[in-house]
């Protein structure tokens, strides 16, 4: 049987574009109204009467999955910490869809706040040692942050990337958290064959300047090598200088957008991090990354990456 698609219509006043609307349906008489904010409604009628109508449409679908996406967004709560500012402590185990009832939120809420409580707001947020001759940890310290309950807040997950992005099942990965070089290390001591890395691009993209420890403590240089890799895209100065004093990739990130130089900086950026991984790694071991964003989604993958998804995936 085939597929019944929907037909898009883009209606509005030549002389005003914020009047323009659009709407969908599988014929002419059953279409359906699409809503639109006024900044939405003035891009589809720019888009319509500069592009043609099929650019508008194609900025309405965009809206529409940008939107679907949204919705199906994964949050969860957790409480600014006491001795850090701007640190956080959750429950990864716990989330709801972002068009949850209020019920349900409450039940989350409620159930990440019992656990907390049991330990005093206590989180062990890293570990750290050193490795003696046979990769076993000695003089481990414990690095804690304790909740603040007086101050909650919403996190949203990044966990449904790996499952609903990529289609692997959160449960069968292994968190490096901030050791990506100890964890290629032991993978290659272990006699692995290949590893995957998907993470943030906040973490990541430090990996494209060396670091394979990317905990702040030992630098943070994230806008220094977005800056760069922009800039050697072809990043005007000023729009460079905006980069470095932005408090957040995502930041940086709808900067690469709007000057047409997101894809450009990030393939510069993703093949850095597979260089660096591959050197860690050596020749023994297939290694690959897929860099991701809770805003833009996926952003790249290394060379490799796309054939060890497959491995594990199949």
């Not at 014929?27 to 009467?49: C, F, M, N, Y």
């Not at 990354?289 to 998804?309: H, M, N, P, Q």
Request: with cysteine.
């Amino acid at each position: 049987m085939k597929k019944k698609r929907f037909h898009y219509f883009i209606r509005g006043y030549r002389w005003a574009p914020e009047n323009f609307g659009a709407s969908k349906g599988l014929t002419k008489d059953s279409r359906k109204a699409i809503p639109l904010t006024l900044d939405e409604r003035r891009e589809v009628g720019i888009l319509s009467l500069t592009k043609g109508p099929d650019a508008a449409i194609g900025y309405v679908k965009h809206t529409e999955r940008a939107r679907e996406r949204q919705r199906r967004k994964m949050i969860t709560y957790g409480f600014l910490s006491k001795e850090v500012s701007g640190r956080f402590v959750y429950c990864p185990q716990l989330s709801f869809r972002a068009d949850a009832s209020i019920d349900e939120r409450l039940r989350v809420f409620k159930k990440i706040r019992a656990i907390l409580e049991e330990t005093d707001g206590r989180v062990v947020t890293s570990t750290e040692c050193e490795l003696d001759g046979q990769y076993r940890p000695t003089n481990v310290k414990e690095n804690t942050i304790t909740a603040d309950f007086s101050r909650p807040l919403t996190i949203p997950m990044g966990e449904k990337f790996i499952r609903d992005g990529l289609g692997l099942d959160p449960a069968l990965a292994v968190q490096t958290s901030n050791f990506i070089g100890d964890a290629l290390d032991l993978c290659r001591e272990l006699g692995f064959r290949g590893a995957l890395l998907a993470g943030h691009v906040g973490k990541l993209v430090k990996i494209a300047g060396g670091m394979l420890n990317t905990h702040s403590q030992y630098g943070d240089c994230r806008m220094e090598i977005l800056a760069a890799h922009a800039a050697a895209a072809g990043l005007r100065a000023e729009r460079t200088e905006e980069i470095l004093q932005c408090a957040a990739c995502d930041d940086a990130l709808r900067i690469l957008r709007e000057e047409g130089l997101y894809e450009a900086a990030l393939a510069r950026l993703t093949e850095r991090v597979g260089f660096h991984l591959r050197s860690r790694a050596g020749e023994s071991m297939e290694i690959g990354a897929i860099l991701f964003s809770k805003v833009y989604g996926e952003l790249g993958r290394t060379a490799e990456a796309g054939a060890l998804l497959q491995k594990i995936v199949h």
